[in-house]
Nanobody, 119 residues
């Protein structure tokens, strides 16, 4: 059974940092592209960052470039999102997603973790 479990969210002051984790199980993690999304109330879910099957290939939404870093540890089946210089506009539910890199497309989502940036 596939599981993606996010953790690390919480309340943080503006300018602070958080590191989100997404622990994967039930599928061949090392063959999946991993990504982080977020969804604020009343807004569409947006793609923040993507990491390929190794941490050497990454892409970011412009608004988080330089503040957020995505990485993965294939030995631990975990993907991370390090978030620095957080702003109130970063408040949202953050989700991880796994997409297969083979000929057949499989896609899995986590349940989300709340991040609130407020003083």
């Amino acid at each position: 059974q596939v599981h993606l479990v996010e953790s690390g969210g919480g309340l943080v002051q503006p300018g602070g940092s958080l590191r989100l984790s997404c622990a994967a199980s039930g599928f061949a993690f090392t063959t999946y592209t991993m990504s982080w999304y977020r969804q604020a109330p009343g807004q569409e879910r947006e793609l923040l960052a993507v990491v390929g099957v190794t941490s050497g290939s990454t892409n970011y939404l412009d608004s988080v470039k330089g503040r957020f870093t995505i990485s993965r540890d294939n030995a631990k089946n975990t993907v991370y999102l390090q978030m620095n210089s957080l702003k109130p506009d970063d408040t949202a539910v953050y989700y991880c997603k796994a997409v297969s890199s083979g000929s057949r497309r499989y896609e899995y989502w986590g349940q989300g973790t709340q991040v609130t940036v407020s003083s």
